[in-house]
């Protein structure tokens, strides 16, 4: 079993900055690939970046290449997601998700993928 709680969420004028953390409860954090989506009001959730159980590999939704980067420690189990240039259309509540398959080599991108959700956390882009 794994819990996640995402912290970070915030106000941000357009071009601005965050970063996002989700810490992971669990044995098994380290074993796990991890994701992350967002999803907007009346929208459906949507893939951001993804990170492999290694942290070799990663993967990002073309909206946001450039401009995000996953990464994680498995020594304090967590995974990060720097947001940089963010946009008012990024505006959404961003979930972090952990697979429940172990050493798994690829990369994940569709939310029926992941096991494990957190809560969310709200991000509010400004114009």
């Known amino acids: 079993q794994v819990q996640l709680v995402e912290s970070g969420g915030g106000l941000v004028q357009a071009g601005g900055s965050l970063r996002l953390s989700c810490a992971a409860s669990g044995r098994t954090f380290s074993s796990y690939a991890m994701g992350w989506f967002r999803q907007a009001p009346g929208k459906e959730r949507e893939f951001v970046a993804a990170?492999?159980?290694?942290?070799?590999?990663?993967d990002y939704a073309d909206s946001v290449k450039g401009r995000f980067t996953i990464s994680r420690d498995n020594t304090k189990k967590t995974v990060y997601l720097q947001m940089n240039s963010l946009k008012p259309e990024e505006t959404a509540v961003y979930y972090c998700?952990?697979?429940?398959?172990?050493?798994?080599?690829?990369?994940?991108?569709?939310?029926?993928?992941?096991?494990?959700w957190g809560q969310g956390t709200q991000v509010t882009v400004s114009s």
């Open positions: 990170i492999t159980w290694s942290g070799r590999s990663t």
């Open positions: 998700a952990a697979d429940g398959k172990p050493y798994l080599s690829s990369i994940l991108a569709q939310p029926n993928e992941y096991d494990y």
